[in-house]
């Protein structure tokens, strides 16, 4: 007579033990609790604007005009943004020039600027935009968008400096910040 066959002592389908109980798998569903947590982490401190892309306001006031710069001082790889410099002229101003840091190109795509300036040089190293004349009261805004370059990363000076000719209106320093 043929022997019997040995039980097997697994079963192919569900056990109540190791699927509900959870037996055997001690730190398993930790592990997962805890990969799952810092992938919300990451997703609530983007929500809270660690990582940037909201802007932020900054001004600054001479004599003769004041200087207000709207845009991220935290930003990501990759993203398209706009920032905004305006120019509240109080006195005339016969050669208005704006003078970005470095920070507006290094790593940066600019894609427009708005209006276009009338003309466009370099001071050291730094964008130089100029415009034509501000009588007192008028208002120069320029938007500029751009995309960070995904390779940037760091922080530099973004701020921005108004001139009259060669004379220092105002300025406002900024630093930005870029994420990965």
Do not use: C
């Not at 990501?76 to 507006?104: C, H, N, S």
Request: no cysteine; proline share 7%.
């Amino acid at each position: 007579m043929p022997e019997p066959p040995t039980p097997v002592t697994r079963s192919a389908g569900l056990s109540a033990a190791r699927h509900r109980d959870l037996a055997g798998r001690s730190y398993e569903p930790w592990v997962r609790r805890a990969i799952v947590a810092i992938f919300l982490t990451l997703v609530a401190l983007g929500l809270a604007n660690v990582f940037g892309q909201r802007a932020t306001t900054s001004s600054a006031s001479g004599a003769a005009a004041e200087l207000t710069l709207e845009v991220p001082d935290r930003l990501r790889g990759g993203i398209i943004g706009q920032g905004t410099i305006e120019v509240r002229a109080v006195e005339r101003i016969a050669k208005p020039r704006l003078v970005l840091d470095p920070g507006w190109i290094d790593g940066m795509t600019i894609n427009t600027i708005s209006p276009a300036a009338a003309d466009e040089g370099s001071d050291e190293g730094r964008p130089v935009l100029a415009y034509g004349e501000l009588a007192a009261g008028d208002t120069l805004t320029v938007r500029i968008s751009y995309q960070v370059n995904p390779t940037d990363l760091g922080s530099q000076p973004g701020g921005v400096v108004l001139l009259d000719g060669d004379r220092e209106i105002a300025r406002v320093q900024r630093t930005v910040i870029v994420f990965p």
